[in-house]
Nanobody, 121 residues
Framework: QVQLVESGGGLVQAGGSLRLSCAAS????????MGWYRQAPGKQRELVAV???????NYADSVKGRFTISRDNAKNTVYLQMNSLLPEDTGVYYC???????????????WGQGTQVTVSS
């Protein structure tokens, strides 16, 4: 049973930093893209950052220069370093991964349970 477990959310003042982690486990043969989405109250879930297995990254314009995504393929873990946080970065952050499982021909997308990030002004 594949699981994604996130950690690292919390409350921080504007200008501060947080680091999110997401570890995948359970029957994993390999992982393609890993990334982070967020959802603010009353808004749709949006892409924050994504990284392919080969290391290509893509960021939302609103976080470029402030957030950095990275991954440790040996640990099946993805990180999101968030610096210079703004109140508008507040929301629930979700980890996602395209996971290749044993005995299945194609990767499937999995999501974490979400971790709350709150930035106070």
């Amino acid at each position: 049973q594949v699981q994604l477990v996130e950690s690292g959310g919390g409350l921080v003042q504007a200008g501060g930093s947080l680091r999110l982690s997401c570890a995948a486990s359970g029957g994993i043969r390999g992982i393609d893209a890993m990334g982070w989405y967020r959802q603010a109250p009353g808004k749709q879930r949006e892409l924050v950052a994504v990284e392919t297995r080969g290391g290509t990254t893509n960021y939302a314009d609103s976080v470029k220069g402030r957030f950095t995504i990275s991954r440790d393929n040996a640990k099946n873990t993805v990180y999101l370093q968030m610096n210079s946080l703004l109140p508008e970065d507040t929301g629930v952050y979700y980890c996602t991964a395209a996971i290749r499982e044993f005995l299945l021909p194609r990767p499937r997308d999995y999501w974490g349970q979400g971790t709350q990030v709150t930035v106070s002004s």
